[in-house]
């Protein structure tokens, strides 16, 4: 298929989920940037209704970025248990804090290259801070996405940084973050990975993907 083909079909995909998920948004709870960041890191491995219920108590002892630079780590282990990799995370958590406060005042910077040499901070988790809470185009790939998108035959690519540049050429600036967002809520809902929805999926007509009855 064409380049201009797939395009048109990436079109009618995305007129679709935005039909389907017209209030599609970030499901993690936040209240500021530096609560998104924290939240999108510990959900690594994790589900967001995990992390919802682990947050708000988290978010009341740990207010500042200083909060966490100064964490004890076997405390802050304990608030994040529950999400998995818990000490690797608190770690993250306290390095995170600590290289806000001594090259950021503090905050959170609002570019990818400064947020990917925050510790814990990856493409994927810089691209959902961008896009959720700074209101920045980004295309956050993570495993929905990167299973949908195979799927729908928008690429062939399998690895997320390459999944991230081909969407990029492939859709307008203006639709990418609502495209991704939505794609994971389909992910979520309809496409899972065993045994997804075929039947009732409203993008079937433009999926490539072998129909399950």
């Known amino acids: 298929m064409s380049l201009a083909a797939t395009r048109a079909r990436a079109a009618r995909i995305v007129a679709g989920l935005t039909e389907l998920y017209p209030d599609a948004d970030c499901e993690l709870h936040h209240g500021s940037a530096l609560e998104l960041l924290v939240a999108t890191i510990l959900s690594a491995q994790c589900t967001d209704q995990r ?55 503090g905050r959170v910077p609002d570019s990818l290259d400064e947020l990917v040499t925050l510790p814990g901070v990856g493409r994927k988790t810089a691209n959902v801070v961008l896009s959720v809470w700074f209101r920045k185009p980004a295309i956050p790939v993570d495993t929905h996405v990167q299973r949908l998108v195979g799927r729908l035959g928008l690429t062939r690519e399998t690895d997320p940084v ?52």
Request: charged fraction near 25%.
């Open 51 to 105: 992390v919802n219920l682990v947050t708000p108590a988290l978010f009341a002892k740990y207010r500042t970025a200083a909060d966490y630079a100064g964490a004890d780590p076997a405390e802050l282990e304990n608030f994040v248990r529950s999400t998995g990799f818990f000490r690797n995370k608190a770690k993250a958590l306290v390095g995170l804090g600590a290289a806000l406060v001594a090259r950021h005042r």
């Open 162 to 213: 390459k999944i991230e540049l081909a969407l990029q050429e492939l859709l307008p600036k203006e639709v990418w973050s609502a495209t991704s967002t939505a794609l994971i809520w389909h992910g979520r809902r309809v496409c899972f990975a065993r045994n997804p929805r075929c039947p009732s999926c409203g993008l079937s007509a433009d999926c490539p993907y072998p129909k399950r009855k």
